[in-house]
């Protein structure tokens, strides 16, 4: 079973950055959409970006002109580059490819923390 592996959280103050980094053991999902979601306490999960084929990509609003989606074919990695991070961006971030999202199958996630 391909696994997918989420990294690179952490404790942040307002304005700063992270980059997010998900490993998945298998190069053909290269080829496959892979989606960054996010769920913040008490709150429904949620789409962040998604980087498809032919790396055409999709923001959520709340993160448009902030982060940035992209993969690293050779390192069978996707990254999620957080900038201008604040409060509201506060979540456990969830990497997963489609198949996951319609079987309802997560990792572990990455906490992100933003201090005021």
């Known amino acids: 079973q391909v696994k997918l592996v989420e990294s690179g959280g952490g404790f942040v103050q307002t304005g700063e950055s992270l980059r997010l980094s998900c490993v998945y053991s298998d190069s053909a999902f290269n080829l496959n959409a892979i989606s960054w979601y996010r769920q913040a306490p008490g709150q429904q999960r949620e789409l962040v970006a998604r980087?498809?084929?032919?790396?055409?990509?999709t923001y959520a609003a709340s993160v448009k002109g902030r982060f940035s989606i992209s993969r690293d074919s050779a390192k069978n990695t996707v990254y999620l580059q957080m900038n201008s991070l604040n409060p509201e961006d506060t979540a456990v971030y969830y990497c997963?490819?489609?198949?996951?999202?319609?079987?309802?199958?997560w990792g572990q996630g990455t906490q992100v923390t933003v201090s005021s």
């Open positions: 997963n490819d489609m198949a996951g999202i319609t079987n309802g199958v």
């Open positions: 980087i498809g084929l032919y790396e055409t990509t």
